[in-house]
């Protein structure tokens, strides 16, 4: 997997490509903590080009957003491929996270 991170109008633009697996999930964890540990607490996770994820990768996303929202931040994904929807709808994380079709609908949030 491979994580291009870009800031825009203050909000830091995560785009995951590849596979979300346990193989590589704590490079999106040490990620995720280290942008927070330097106060970029507004997190958009494109995944537009994420090809898979697996039960680590749904763990690492959560926690992400449980981190996030103890330092008031905002965690939103934008951009779900069709497989990687429905695993979202089967572990009922639709419910959980803020999910936008497009990553312009998703920057409306901050």
């Known amino acids: 997997m491979e994580i291009v991170d870009t ?17 590589n999930y704590s490079f999106l964890e040490e990620k995720i903590m280290k942008l927070i540990d330097d106060n970029r607490i507004h997190l958009l996770v494109d ?12 763990r690492i996303m959560l926690m992400g957003l449980k981190k996030v929202n103890s330092v008031k931040g905002r965690f939103v994904l934008c951009c779900l491929q069709e497989n990687i ?7 009922g994380f639709t419910s959980i996270f803020s999910i936008f079709a497009t990553r312009q609908e998703a920057m409306k949030q901050f």
Not at 9 to 19: A, F, P, Q, S, T
Not at 85 to 91: A, L, Q, T, V
């Open 47 to 58: 995944c537009t080009d994420l090809s898979y994820i697996s039960s680590s990768g749904l």
């Open 85 to 91: 929807r429905e695993i979202f709808e089967i572990s």
């Open 7 to 23: 800031l825009q109008d203050g909000v830091v633009i995560l785009e995951l490509r590849g596979r979300l697996d346990t193989t």
